[in-house]
């Protein structure tokens, strides 16, 4: 992948060359759904993305944003992972870690990358309700794609609007009902006794529409010790009042049962990849039980004027067993192996909105207050029994952990956009951020001392655009603007020289971004670029990570330069081209010490990478995807070099994978019949499909499956 960064920067070249149009062209001042006058090329259909403001197409937002819909995501897919459908998606690295335990490795220009389980700096929303919590910390288990309307992708400046970890923002929505009740089945099954299926009801009446869904998932694991189930119930009920007036209605409950294979060393990597023998050893799992539900009520006050409130709560509850040796919990201030978490979470948040003029101009403002609550009670247990020289391991033994933990935040925020002249647009916005954390111990027992404590941080958060519409199909916009991540409560938890109670000395990372872009609607599709910088103080880095604990500290500055390219285009006769490029060089400014303190032989350099992100990636797909009939296509992902510890001494080697998908789609009078055959890693490569940053014990790797295989049936009955 080393030639791809050249001819990636003579792309983007020729696109900004496009901002000095002929002089014939000059006069085009208003923006169009599609092609200028004359042209015969077919366009892409119409769509819209969701910003504070309302309904935006895409090409008038003066940032990176990219839609997905459902119907892309379930297409010739398995549709248990968000990693299956979002690969056209520019400055997005998604891992499917084939490790249920431990969710998607999802990182956006670069943020989230250090995660080891989880989603960490990246925000994300489910039908409005976040799924990243108060401290930062989110997860995509509870997205159900079965009843998706679509997906949207945020990133760059515009992203530090969305709070505390918002390197970059994705949120899902659940497809509302209509017309009359339609029932739909869906059977998926493939390698590794892997199967799913689901049951979906849609519809409306009058006033109201529904959708309930529900799915199951079973996996036997490509690797040693990965079995997993997943069970999801999913809803949505809309009522439309007078006046406009609208109630919004949804829930959503997950359980996941999943085996922990870990990672794996270079050389157990290189002998047997689908081995896990420490997992077995331990018996490492997790399970999960969630259950949410919010309300959205949204109502126009005049024509110009409208309010917009949320309100939700949820409950989460997880239990996951480590693979820490007993010997180092004979330690009186060592937390156990048997992590127990019980989460209660909610929130509000309420919306003004207007559609006024100044100066004679369009002027849209949103104001806004959004608060949200995390309550935690945390427990630690030892995974064992019996006596430390002959353990039963893989089982619940002693308390050594048991604390309150709660965080909260509170923030206004305001949006304003103004349309200075037709081609000139003015956006800017301001959050003011404030996150708060208190600790309650509840386990002081000999030298475990009490180490309860609290800890708030906020910040100002402001950012700016300004938008040209050079023609009707050429826009071009500059944006700044100033993001912050908090340390998450995960991230607390632990001290690295193994004292007991929170690391109350991490401070948040901040960081400055700017961004530079264009988007051009040619022959009917339409194609994306923007140069990015990113500078960071304080990051938040890796100290230690031993046994599935990872400690955490700051790290001074980091910068990252990056580029992204898109594609998206679809003939008349439904030939479907996608390409997505990503230029991302991410380094350390200062050098530090990983793990603190000091030594001879633990100094990371000024200059070297950031581990968990690739310098490049690619995407590329082509299909034939008419409406009905016989449907096929062929999709190509590339990935450079990942780095898996900050000493740069360990990585991952790029590679490229490819897959073919074929199926047929038949419509008869109320009927509708899908069915599809799906081959991933079709040339059998071998590769590391993800890496866990910093793992103390080298074990940094998470294989690949081989060559594998999807079939899937689907039918649907409109009543």
Not at 20 to 34: C, I, L, S, T, V
Not at 277 to 284: K, N, S
Not at 673 to 680: C, E, I, M, Q
Request: aromatic letters at 8%; a positive charge; glycine letters at 12%.
């Amino acid at each position: 992948m080393k030639n791809l960064a050249p001819v990636a920067f003579t792309a983007a070249g020729l696109l900004l060359l496009l901002a000095a149009p002929p002089a014939a062209r000059a006069q085009q001042d208003q923006p169009a759904a599609g092609p200028g006058p004359g042209s015969n090329a077919p366009s892409l259909r119409e769509i819209t993305v969701s910003v504070p403001r309302g309904e935006v197409a895409p090409f008038n937002v003066p940032g990176s944003v990219d839609r997905v819909d459902g119907d892309e995501m379930r297409d010739s897919r398995l549709q248990v992972n968000l990693s299956e459908g979002l690969g056209a998606v520019p400055g997005l690295q998604v891992q499917n870690r084939l490790n249920y335990a431990q969710d998607l490795q999802l990182s956006i220009r670069g943020f989230g990358a250090r995660s080891t389980f989880g989603v960490r700096g990246v925000r994300l929303y489910v039908d409005g309700i976040p799924a990243t919590l108060p401290d930062g910390q989110g997860q995509t288990s509870n997205i159900d794609i079965g009843s998706l309307d679509r997906v949207e992708v945020l990133r760059g400046p515009f992203s530090a609007l969305y709070g505390n970890s918002s390197g970059g923002v994705v949120q899902a929505f659940t497809a509302s009902g209509e017309g009359p009740p339609r029932l739909s089945y869906s059977l998926a099954g493939g390698s590794f006794g892997t199967w799913r299926q689901s049951l979906k009801l849609s519809g409306s009446q009058g006033a109201v529409d529904y959708l309930l869904d529900a799915s199951r998932f079973h996996t036997d694991g490509w690797r040693e010790h990965s079995a997993a189930k997943r069970d999801i119930a999913n809803g949505k009920l809309g009522i439309a009042l007078d006046n406009g007036n609208r109630l919004t209605l949804v829930f959503n409950s997950v359980r996941i049962a999943a085996q922990d294979p870990l990672g794996l060393t270079a050389d157990q990597y290189a002998l047997a990849p689908r081995n896990a023998p420490l997992a077995t050893q331990y018996d490492t799992r997790k399970t999960v039980e969630q259950t949410q539900a919010g309300l959205l009520y949204e109502h126009r006050i005049d024509a110009t004027q409208g309010l917009r409130l949320m309100v939700y709560g949820g409950q989460r509850k997880t239990v996951q067993f480590q693979s820490i040796p007993p010997s180092a919990q004979q330690n009186p201030l060592h937390a156990g192996g048997v992590i127990d978490l019980s989460r209660q979470y909610g929130g509000v948040d309420l919306r003004w909105n207007a559609a006024l003029t100044l100066a004679g101009r369009p002027f849209d403002i949103v104001a806004g207050l959004g608060y949200d609550s995390l309550r935690e009670k945390r427990r630690g247990y030892e995974n064992y029994l019996g006596p430390v020289s002959a353990p039963v391991l893989g089982v619940r033994g002693r308390l050594r952990r048991n604390e309150l933990n709660e965080a909260w935040n509170l923030d206004p925020y305001a949006q304003a956009t103004w349309r200075l002249t037709d081609r000139w647009t003015l956006e800017a916005g301001v959050r003011r951020s404030s996150v708060h954390f208190d600790s309650q111990d509840r386990y002081i027992v000999g030298t475990n001392r009490d180490d309860s404590g609290s800890a708030r941080y906020s910040k100002t958060l402001p950012v700016a655009s300004l938008r040209y519409q050079a023609t009707q199909d050429l826009a071009l916009y500059g944006s700044i603007g100033r993001g912050f991540e908090t340390p998450t409560l995960n991230e607390l938890s632990y001290r690295a020289n193994g004292a007991s109670g929170l690391n109350f000395a991490l401070r948040p990372s901040v960081n400055d971004s700017i961004e530079i872009g264009a988007k051009a609607r040619l022959a009917g599709g339409l194609l994306t670029a923007a140069l990015f910088q990113t500078r960071t103080r304080d990051e938040i880095v890796t100290d230690t990570n031993v046994g599935g604990r990872a400690t955490f500290q700051n790290a001074g500055r980091t910068k990252r330069n990056g580029l992204e390219l898109g594609w998206q285009h679809e003939t008349a006769n439904h030939w479907r081209t996608q390409l997505a490029y990503t230029w991302l060089d991410a380094t350390y400014r200062d050098a530090f010490c990983s793990p603190s303190p000091c030594g001879t032989a633990n100094t990371v350099a000024a200059g070297n990478r950031i581990p968990g992100i690739a310098r490049q990636s690619l995407f590329a797909s082509l299909g034939w995807v008419p409406p009905e009939g016989w449907r096929a296509g062929i999709e190509m992902r590339a990935l450079g070099r990942v780095q898996a510890n900050d000493a740069n001494t360990a990585s991952a080697p790029g590679y490229a994978v490819a897959a073919v998908y074929a199926g047929y789609l038949k419509k008869w009078e109320r009927w509708e019949f899908n069915a599809f055959a799906r081959v991933d890693n079709l040339f059998d490569r071998r590769y590391v499909g993800s890496v866990i940053v910093n793992e103390g014990n080298g074990r940094y790797y998470e294989p690949a499956p081989g060559r594998n295989w999807t079939v899937g049936l689907s039918g649907a009955y409109r009543f």
